[in-house]
């Protein structure tokens, strides 16, 4: 952790909410990607980040600073995010009606944003067939590189369970890709006219 | 040996002893379903690697830091609240106590419905006694005092009293009901 961010977070542990304004500034991406992935819409995406930093800033002087802060949010957000997603029923919402997602980016071609666009809907559309905790072990796994230990602490799991359901996570995952590959997503591509996968 | 076992090999992120690896690529060489299986989770590995990170849309501290502060404004009008109702509960259950007692200690005293209206009605009377006694001693000073003391200065003293009534119910209401405040 970087020392500028270790003094903020003590500064925050002694109350100071402007110091804790900044370490949302660092870690905000990396925990909106994360309920966006969770959660699968932008503004639901938005209110989950929000309430996981103000759950963070309320537990602030819990926070052991020998941890690292990123686990530790990320764990606040996975927690938040699995009981939003027990509280309702997430429908898998089309393209259209989806506002457009920042990317980091984008790259200067306009087929290049259509073709990443449909990437994030595949992507969706994907993590949708998982369970809640499956989901976050997943994301976990792949867009932050979080080892077994990592994952298993800020889920609450096993070692062996976390294992376990990542890779029966893996299996759904290819199953619902071999069998949606001709038909939902192969309607996609000739409905925006992009080239193959 | 089932697929299972293959399965598990392919979907696998750690590696594998040389005659394990050596077993899975003869065994998805011959089976379909692993083949199939092993290219569709080469995909979606590739899809989630090469998957961007979402971000937030411009502003996000700021709002979080607004989100907060109305929290705090939230929370201090629900404690303020949450006082003026124990503040209201309180004088409340002190006034049915008074009354609890005062009945319990006027039945302690009667025995019949008849001795409860003889008291009342005997209450009633030593009151209006001890008014026409008080109406004959007080008159005659009142109305030296009112014929003593000049009308401008009554008036001085009736806008006193008007202004801290009016202040007084005004800091009552104020502490009870807290100010809205728009969020």
């Known amino acids: 952790m970087p020392e500028l961010e270790s003094a903020w977070l003590i500064l925050a542990q002694e109350g100071d909410s402007e110091a804790f304004a900044k370490v949302v500034e660092v870690h905000q991406s990396a925990v909106y990607n994360f309920c966006f992935r969770m959660l699968g819409d932008p503004y639901e995406a938005e209110d989950a980040a929000q309430e996981t930093f103000i759950r963070a800033y309320k537990a602030i002087k819990s926070y052991d600073r020998t941890r690292s802060f990123s686990t530790w949010i990320l764990s606040i957000a996975a927690h938040y995010c699995i009981d939003q997603l027990r509280r309702k029923k997430i429908q898998v919402t089309s393209m259209e009606d989806q506002p457009y997602l920042e990317i980091r980016d984008p790259g200067p071609n306009p087929e290049s944003v259509l073709s990443m666009r449909e990437d994030q809907q595949r992507i969706r559309s994907l993590l949708n067939v998982l369970s809640d905790t499956d989901r976050a072990a997943i994301i976990m796994f792949y867009w932050y590189e979080f080892s077994y230990e990592e994952i298993a602490n800020s889920l609450g799991l096993s070692l062996s369970a976390v294992k376990s359901r990542l890779h029966r996570a893996r299996a759904r995952l290819a199953k619902t890709w071999s069998e949606r590959k001709g038909s939902v997503f192969g309607l996609e591509r000739q409905t925006y006219g992009s080239p193959a996968v | ?183």
């Open chain 2, 1 to 183: 040996m089932g697929h299972q076992l293959y399965e598990s090999w392919l979907l696998s992120v750690e590696p594998l002893m040389p005659e394990d690896e050596k077993m899975l690529h003869e065994h998805v060489e011959t089976c379909q379903s692993c083949r199939d299986l092993f290219f569709a989770w080469q995909e979606v590995e590739n899809l989630i690697r090469e998957a961007p990170i979402a971000e937030p849309t411009p502003g996000f501290a700021d709002r979080w830091q607004i989100r907060l502060e109305n929290l705090a404004i939230e929370q201090k009008l629900r404690r303020q609240n949450l006082i003026s109702w124990w503040f209201v509960s309180a004088t409340i259950g002190a006034a049915l106590l008074v009354l609890l007692v005062m009945v319990i200690v006027f039945f302690a005293t009667v025995q019949t419905p008849f001795q409860v209206f003889v008291s009342g009605i005997t209450f009633f009377a030593g009151l209006l006694a001890l008014m026409s006694t008080l109406q004959v001693a007080f008159i005659p000073v009142l109305e030296v005092i009112l014929t003593s003391i000049p009308p401008v200065i009554w008036f001085i003293v009736f806008v006193a009293l008007g202004l801290s009534i009016i202040l007084t119910t005004y800091s009552i209401r104020k502490y009870i009901f807290p100010r809205r405040v728009a969020l």
